[in-house]
């Protein structure tokens, strides 16, 4: 199951993949998709990763919206 949260912040492919990389150091079953335009993070291969989710996407410098 996909889950799905935006983050702000993020303006190009390098903040992609700091963000990708940030979540999955913390959950590293997780697959990670992300639409830098719209600020969706999908999040597949965790169920109820959002509390690290937001550590990790925080740590990394961007703003985790929910
Ligand atoms: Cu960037």
Same mark, same amino acid.
């Given at each position: 199951?996909? @889950?799905?949260?935006?983050? &702000? &912040?993020?303006? =190009?492919?390098? =903040?992609?993949?700091? #963000?990708?990389?940030? /979540?999955?150091?913390?959950?590293?079953?997780? +697959?990670? @998709? /992300?639409?830098? +335009?719209?600020?969706? #993070?999908? *999040?597949?291969?965790?169920?109820? &990763?959002?509390?690290? /989710?937001? +550590?990790? *996407? @925080?740590?990394? &410098?961007? @703003?985790?919206?929910?």
């Amino acid at each position: 199951m996909t @889950e799905q949260y935006r983050v &702000g &912040g993020m303006t =190009c492919g390098g =903040c992609a993949r700091s #963000v990708t990389g940030a /979540i999955t150091r913390a959950l590293p079953a997780a +697959k990670v @998709e /992300i639409d830098v +335009k719209s600020g969706v #993070v999908s *999040v597949d291969g965790v169920t109820g &990763g959002g509390d690290a /989710i937001r +550590k990790a *996407v @925080e740590a990394a &410098g961007f @703003e985790f919206l929910g």
